[in-house]
């Protein structure tokens, strides 16, 4: 029965908590409404979920919410400096082609949106067989260098956590 209500139950604690932040005031009417929300939007988007993602490392999550954070703050001093100090002829923009190890779809999707989050990078595409990732990058001299790190620092921990 619990599981019918909440099928999805971490989203709706986190559901919850985002409202909570967004309204700025944790009152009971907007933890309330966080909670319906909560509750809601997974039940409705039940049909497009046919099955749990698994979260094979939980505290690697926590890891990995905590270095994105980091990369965030540090790549928005670095994208500053890029914008006030840099000549546009001195930027090495490009496209970069990252392999995939991982196939789970959730990781993908959390790989794309991670590296869209922090300034400079953008995702672009998946390739059809989701073997490859375009990015790019606003400065990246060294194109093998800049898919090394991605992999490293993203892909690596998205691959503990989904497996």
């Given at each position: 029965?619990?599981?019918?209500?909440?099928?999805?139950?971490?989203?709706?604690?986190?559901?919850?908590?985002?409202?909570?932040?967004?309204?700025?005031?944790?009152?009971?009417?907007?933890?309330?409404?966080?909670?319906?929300?909560?509750?809601?939007?997974?039940?409705?988007?039940?049909?497009?979920?046919?099955e749990r993602?698994?979260?094979?490392?939980?505290?690697?999550?926590?890891?990995?919410?905590?270095?994105?954070?980091?990369?965030?703050?540090?790549?928005?001093?670095?994208?500053?400096?890029?914008?006030?100090?840099?000549?546009?002829?001195?930027?090495?923009?490009?496209?970069?082609v990252v392999?995939?190890?991982?196939?789970?779809?959730?990781?993908?999707?959390?790989?794309?949106?991670?590296?869209?989050?922090?300034?400079?990078?953008?995702?672009?595409?998946v390739s059809?067989?989701?073997?490859?990732?375009?990015?790019?990058?606003?400065?990246?001299?060294?194109?093998?260098?800049?898919?090394?790190?991605?992999?490293?620092?993203?892909?690596?921990?998205?691959?503990?956590?989904?497996?």
């Amino acid at each position: 029965m619990l599981a019918r209500l909440l099928p999805h139950p971490l989203l709706t604690l986190l559901l919850t908590v985002v409202w909570v932040l967004l309204a700025n005031e944790p009152s009971a009417g907007s933890v309330l409404f966080g909670l319906f929300l909560g509750v809601v939007l997974p039940l409705l988007t039940r049909p497009f979920w046919p099955e749990r993602p698994v979260i094979r490392a939980p505290a690697t999550v926590i890891e990995y919410g905590l270095l994105v954070l980091w990369d965030i703050c540090v790549a928005n001093v670095q994208v500053a400096y890029l914008i006030l100090f840099k000549k546009p002829e001195e930027l090495h923009s490009r496209f970069l082609v990252v392999p995939l190890d991982t196939r789970v779809p959730e990781a993908i999707v959390t790989l794309a949106g991670t590296i869209t989050m922090t300034p400079g990078t953008v995702s672009c595409d998946v390739s059809a067989d989701g073997r490859a990732l375009l990015v790019h990058a606003l400065d990246a001299p060294d194109p093998e260098a800049a898919v090394a790190t991605i992999k490293r620092r993203y892909e690596r921990r998205l691959l503990e956590i989904f497996g």
